[in-house]
């Protein structure tokens, strides 16, 4: 079973204290895809300026991501420039350039109305809105989003809530979102918009995936050396989502294998700048380091 996302093709300017990168590849779907395809066909609808790189667009190629959805219209790429301190699991964002995406309007090719399992990355609510307009059943629809829209989109924030399954951000913007500080109630608070689950991600503290009734909390991987968080969310989301399309089953036992496979991605993701460590991930390398979560959190 394949996914279709939509979301942002970037190119990042990161600086950690491990080091910096400047307009490396990057963007909310260009690592969904990139971790999901690990698991299954991925369908791709985003837009890029005429400064992507040929290069780029053949790395997602080789992957076998499908890039029919993709449009490359005259001006610049989205650019996002970020830094983070000590604190990993705070990105401060410098600056924001929509670019290309600002003129943006998402067109679903026909061969990708009946996919199934959807990915909303972290792109302006109004584009994720239209997008699912165009889509006919789709059997899960997942949702990520930002501070940035939190803050500028938030009336269309509230109306995608209330039409997707699955809401995944991370803690501050489960805080910025409800108002509440404590995680718990403000994933209720979440719950009462509209998804009938969400995960919280919480970094090096691991997420919680929580509905009207369930609740798990997983761990993160214990690393020992982190280099750039930039796509942890959204390789986890990756993860999330192309185990679960591959396994066409959407049960408890399901959702947290599926939510160990996210945070074994996003682990090595973390582990290099941009897609570094991403596009040369095994199955095998995942597999083991599954198995090593499992067991470490067995009791
Ligand atoms: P995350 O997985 O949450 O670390 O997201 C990282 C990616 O989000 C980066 O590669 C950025 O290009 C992208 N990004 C940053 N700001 C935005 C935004 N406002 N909308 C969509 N994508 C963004």
């Given at each position: 079973?394949?996914?279709?996302?939509?979301?942002?093709?970037?190119?990042?300017?990161?600086?950690?204290?491990?080091?910096?990168?400047?307009?490396?590849?990057?963007?909310?779907?260009?690592?969904?895809?990139?971790?999901?395809?690990?698991?299954?066909?991925?369908?791709?609808?985003?837009?890029?300026?005429?400064?992507?790189?040929?290069?780029?667009?053949?790395?997602?190629?080789?992957?076998?991501?499908?890039l029919?959805?993709?449009?490359?219209?005259?001006?610049?790429?989205?650019?996002?420039?970020?830094?983070?301190?000590?604190?990993?699991?705070?990105?401060?964002?410098?600056?924001?350039?929509?670019?290309?995406?600002?003129?943006f309007?998402?067109?679903?090719?026909?061969?990708?109305?009946?996919?199934?399992?959807i990915?909303?990355?972290?792109?302006?609510?109004?584009?994720?809105?239209?997008?699912?307009?165009?889509?006919?059943?789709?059997?899960?629809?997942?949702?990520?989003?930002?501070?940035?829209?939190?803050?500028?989109?938030?009336?269309?924030?509230?109306?995608?809530?209330?039409?997707?399954?699955?809401v995944?951000?991370?803690?501050?913007?489960?805080?910025?979102?409800?108002?509440?500080?404590n995680?718990?109630n403000?994933?209720?608070?979440?719950?009462?918009?509209?998804?009938?689950?969400?995960?919280?991600?919480?970094?090096?503290?691991?997420?919680?995936?929580?509905?009207?009734?369930?609740?798990?909390?997983?761990?993160?991987?214990?690393?020992?050396?982190?280099?750039?968080?930039?796509?942890?969310?959204?390789?986890f989301?990756?993860?999330?989502?192309?185990?679960l399309?591959?396994?066409?089953?959407?049960?408890?036992?399901?959702?947290?294998?599926?939510?160990?496979?996210?945070?074994?991605?996003?682990?090595?993701?973390?582990?290099?700048?941009?897609?570094?460590?991403?596009?040369?991930?095994?199955?095998?390398?995942?597999?083991?380091?599954?198995?090593?979560?499992?067991?470490?959190?067995?009791?």
């Amino acid at each position: 079973m394949s996914v279709l996302v939509v979301g942002t093709l970037a190119l990042d300017s990161v600086k950690t204290p491990f080091g910096e990168v400047k307009n490396a590849l990057g963007g909310s779907a260009v690592y969904f895809s990139l971790a999901a395809s690990i698991f299954t066909q991925v369908k791709l609808v985003g837009v890029v300026g005429m400064d992507f790189s040929d290069e780029a667009l053949l790395l997602l190629k080789e992957k076998g991501i499908d890039l029919n959805g993709l449009q490359k219209i005259k001006g610049k790429t989205f650019h996002w420039k970020g830094e983070y301190h000590y604190d990993l699991n705070a990105a401060i964002t410098i600056d924001t350039q929509l670019n290309v995406l600002e003129n943006f309007s998402p067109k679903i090719p026909l061969q990708y109305q009946d996919t199934e399992f959807i990915f909303l990355a972290n792109i302006d609510p109004d584009l994720q809105l239209n997008v699912l307009q165009q889509l006919h059943s789709p059997k899960l629809v997942v949702a990520d989003t930002m501070n940035f829209w939190i803050e500028r989109k938030k009336n269309a924030l509230l109306k995608l809530l209330k039409k997707i399954d699955i809401v995944v951000l991370n803690d501050g913007e489960a805080r910025q979102l409800t108002n509440e500080p404590n995680l718990i109630n403000a994933a209720k608070k979440i719950l009462s918009l509209g998804p009938k689950q969400v995960i919280i991600k919480k970094g090096e503290h691991g997420s919680l995936m929580v509905s009207s009734s369930n609740f798990f909390s997983a761990p993160a991987y214990p690393l020992e050396s982190i280099f750039d968080p930039t796509g942890a969310g959204d390789s986890f989301a990756g993860g999330f989502v192309g185990y679960l399309a591959s396994h066409k089953n959407l049960r408890e036992p399901e959702m947290k294998k599926a939510i160990i496979y996210g945070t074994t991605i996003a682990s090595f993701t973390v582990e290099d700048f941009s897609i570094n460590k991403l596009i040369n991930l095994t199955k095998d390398d995942i597999e083991k380091r599954y198995r090593r979560i499992k067991k470490i959190t067995h009791f």
